[in-house]
């Protein structure tokens, strides 16, 4: 993958940076323009994120811990989690648990979510050009699908590191490379006639495509942050199943099913699965080891449904459907 | 900052059969599951989840549908 098309002067000046490193003499802390607004912001922060994922083949490697690119890449992470926590600390049902109430607590945040359905309309009344724009969309997350989390392994304690990795085995195939989630979400995109190579549709990203990638980013690659990435996981997954289900049968009745109803109907089983698994043997045992975490917890999980809210409404505008 | 190390635990509880209040039976380290039908189905993932309401539209496996039941 190229550096993705800059969307104002900062990321511009960020991936102008990116391609002249190591050559140029990049320490001058502070040079950094202001963003144009918060597509220039969010599509920079995805770039410089991206380094730790799979890189660019116009970008040394090296930059990914250049430390002009680290200072850039921290007040952009800066902006966004006061945002997000901004978001949170406004949410009128917010409540603040004692570590054996986490999980029901996250129960509690799950069933109290309202955001719109894309997966409904899949399954009743989206016609194949807004299925194929989903798609389009969502592959910018689940073409590295579950990757964000795993850099969370080393930094939970025993309980929780047992259990994420039971979780992500499955999510990575259970030793098949033929059912790692991402690859069969590769697969679908062929299937249906899109391009299935790793960040080909982000110069299309919506915003809020983009701002959910980057939560999940800044979550997984934060050792601060892993109660609120584990939290993000878990409501990530107690909203998966259903819709899925929904995604195969609007798949099927548009005729885009085979490779890419099969990412989803695999979806269905497993994560009614890694639900229970990320409620109680993740988050729960994360709570009660490391009573601190159960706030962030929550913070993680009503990101995760509030940035798909965000994303859900704006698709609608998209596909111009009234909410 | 870092919290202080725990004890380790001399064994941790991780039982290969969970039953999930209102939820299903989580299922550790089988091959195979027979349902009511008498199907066998072929085991390939570490834990699998049983549904208990009888609703799911992929039994005998879970699909979540238990949550938009009221109880």
Known sequence: MMCPKPRGVLSEWVFDLLRELPERDAWRPGAAPTADGQEDAAIALWALHELSYGGFEDVDDRAEWEPAV????????DELESRLRERWAAYPSRTTPSPEEVPAAL?????????????????????????????????????????????????????????????????????DPNRLHSHMFARGLTAVGLRPEYGAYVDDALLETLEMNNAVSLLGLHRRLRGAAMGHLAAFEMTSSLPSRKMVQGLERLELGGAMAAYYDEHVEADAIHEQLALRDICGTLAEDEPDQSEDILFGAFTALDQECRFATRMLEVWDVAS | ???????????????????????????????????????????????????RCDKSSRLPWCDGTHKVIPR
């Open chain 1, 70 to 77: 680290l200072a850039v890449r921290r007040d952009l992470e």
């Open chain 1, 107 to 175: 129960e509690a945040l799950v069933a109290e979510d309202d955001g719109p359905s894309l997966a409904d309309l899949v399954r009743r009344t989206a016609d194949r050009d807004q299925v194929l724009e989903l798609l389009r969309q969502r592959s910018v997350y689940h073409l590295k699908e579950s990757d964000p989390a795993t850099w969370v392994v080393p930094r939970l304690p025993v309980r929780a590191k047992a259990a994420l990795m039971e979780l992500q085995y499955d999510e990575y195939g259970d030793g």
């Open chain 2, 1 to 51: 900052m870092t919290p202080p190390p725990r004890e380790p635990e001399e064994r941790i509880e991780h039982p290969d059969l969970v039953v999930v209040p209102d939820g299903p039976l989580l299922v550790r380290g089988a091959a195979s599951i027979q349902d009511a039908e008498g199907r066998v189905h072929e085991v390939v993932r570490p834990v699998v989840a049983l549904c």
